[in-house]
């Protein structure tokens, strides 16, 4: 099964560990950078975030804008919350700037990610807007019962290329 890993840190430490593996994702946000890893083998990471891919559509590239959205889910509704999102992929594909999605099921923790990679943030924007969207997030406002989240989800966003390094393109 493959896995996924992430670690955080100051953008110049990780840039360093991202020189000598060119298999990781670097990417910048909300203060601070992180490394990502995509394996069939195990983390190079001291102290890893860890997940498994339960479902995935593209291939993650080294330049984009990627979207993580944290879900903590009960332990009962785990099934139901897999089955939801493996089954709603197929209108994401087709949308302008969509790159890859990944299911990430929590391997040490409750929060399971939902990420998806464009190729801009507002390509993301134009997704989030749609009615295709609202279609596929449509289930999460039903009542079922009882709820399957243990808590209130979060986003976290990411470019791969940080605001200082974008301006100093700009500038040449």
């Known amino acids: ?22 298999e990781l994702i670097l990417s910048h946000g909300s203060g601070h950078s992180v490394l990502m890893h995509e394996t069939n083998g195990p983390s190079v990471f001291q102290t890893p975030r860890s997940y498994e891919v339960i479902a995935s559509v593209g291939e993650l590239e ?4 990627f ?51 464009w190729s801009d943030p507002k390509y993301y924007d134009l997704w989030k807007n749609s009615r295709d969207f ?7 406002k039903q009542a079922h019962g009882t709820s399957i989240y243990a808590s209130k989800s979060y986003v976290t966003t990411y470019r791969t290329r940080s605001i200082d390094e974008e301006e100093a393109d700009d500038e040449e």
């Open 134 to 140: 609202a279609e596929s997030h449509k289930e999460d």
């Open 67 to 117: 979207v993580l959205n944290n879900i903590p889910v009960t332990d009962e509704g785990r099934p139901i919350f897999e089955y939801r999102f493996k089954n709603n992929t197929s209108k994401l594909e087709d949308h302008v700037g969509f790159i890859a999605f990944r299911l990430l099921r929590p391997i040490n923790s409750d929060t399971y990610i939902v990420l998806t990679e």
């Open 1 to 22: 099964m493959t896995k996924f890993y992430m670690t955080t840190g100051t953008r110049d430490f990780l840039k360093k560990a991202q020189e000598k593996n060119d």
């Open 62 to 65: 080294k330049i984009g804008y």
